[in-house]
T-cell receptor, first 114, second 111 residues
Framework: NAGVTQTPKFQVLKTGQSMTLQCAQDMNHNSMYWYRQDPGMGLRLIYYSASEGTTDKGEVPNGYNVSRLNKREFSLRLESAAPSQTSVYFC?????????????FGEGSRLTVL | QKEVEQNSGPLSVPEGAIASLNCTYSDRGSQSFFWYRQYSGKSPELIMFIYSNGDKEDGRFTAQLNKASQYVSLLIRDSQPSDSATYLCAVKRNRDDKIIFGKGTRLHILP
C-alpha cells in the first residue's frame, strides 16, 4: 500500500527559484495537509484542504501556494524560494471522522534554499 | 500564545519508570486530541487519540484529557529505550478541519 507519496524527497534551490512539491494519497481521504518542520519547532501547518476544490490557510502560509487538483493530489508551490523556507515538508491526509481520523504522513521532502 | 504548548525537554526517564508528557491548548472549541511519536528522520506516527474527558488506556500508554483545564497528557508505563523519541501533541478544532501541533517533547529513556 502506497499511502501518502511525496515527491521529490530532496531538493536544493537557489534563492528566487520556484518549485512544486507533489503529494498524492490513495486512501480516498477527503482532507489533506501540508506542514513544515524545523528543528525544535514541531510541525507547523502551512495550508490544508478539507475537500476537493477548497483550501484554507494554516499557521504559516506566507510564501506558499497550494492546489487541490483532485481528491488524490495536493501540491505545494514556492514561487520565489527564500533561505527561510529551508525545512522538511510533510504532506498528510485523513479521513473525516467525528472525533477521530488520524493523520497519515508521507515520508517528507527535505528542501534546502541557498 | 501558541495554540498548542508543550515543554520541549529533553525529558530523561530511567528505563522501567513512568514517563509523563504534558500538553496545553488555548482553543476551548477543540474537539479531538492526538499524540504522535516521531523518531529522528522519520515521519510522525499516531500513538493515541482522545476526545472525552478522563483517561484512555492502550497497553503501556494512557492518555488523559481535562477540557476544563485545557490540558492533555500522555503517560508511558514501563518505559523502554525504544520509547526514546519526540512526542507531538496535536489538537483538532471543532469548527474546521485544522489540526495544530505543539513543538514536541524529546524523551530520552536511560538504560
Amino acid at each position: 500500500n502506497a499511502g501518502v507519496t511525496q515527491t521529490p524527497k530532496f531538493q536544493v534551490l537557489k534563492t528566487g527559484q520556484s518549485m512544486t512539491l507533489q503529494c498524492a494519497q490513495d486512501m480516498n481521504h477527503n482532507s489533506m495537509y501540508w506542514y513544515r518542520q524545523d528543528p525544535g519547532m514541531g510541525l507547523r501547518l502551512i495550508y490544508y484542504s478539507a475537500s476537493e476544490g477548497t483550501t484554507d490557510k494554516g499557521e504559516v502560509p506566507n510564501g506558499y501556494n497550494v492546489s487541490r487538483l483532485n481528491k488524490r493530489e495536493f501540491s505545494l508551490r514556492l514561487e520565489s524560494a527564500a533561505p527561510s523556507q529551508t525545512s522538511v515538508y510533510f504532506c498528510a491526509s485523513r479521513r473525516q471522522v467525528t472525533n477521530t481520523g488520524e493523520l497519515f504522513f508521507g515520508e517528507g521532502s527535505r528542501l534546502t534554499v541557498l | 500564545q501558541k495554540e498548542v504548548e508543550q515543554n520541549s525537554g529533553p525529558l530523561s526517564v530511567p528505563e522501567g519508570a513512568i514517563a509523563s508528557l504534558n500538553c496545553t491548548y488555548s482553543d476551548r472549541g477543540s474537539q479531538s486530541f492526538f499524540w504522535y511519536r516521531q523518531y529522528s528522520g522519520k515521519s510522525p506516527e499516531l500513538i493515541m487519540f482522545i476526545y472525552s474527558n478522563g483517561d484512555k488506556e492502550d497497553g503501556r500508554f494512557t492518555a488523559q484529557l481535562n477540557k476544563a483545564s485545557q490540558y492533555v497528557s500522555l503517560l508511558i508505563r514501563d518505559s523502554q529505550p525504544s520509547d526514546s523519541a519526540t512526542y507531538l501533541c496535536a489538537v483538532k478544532r471543532n469548527r474546521d478541519d485544522k489540526i495544530i501541533f505543539g513543538k514536541g517533547t524529546r524523551l530520552h529513556i536511560l538504560p
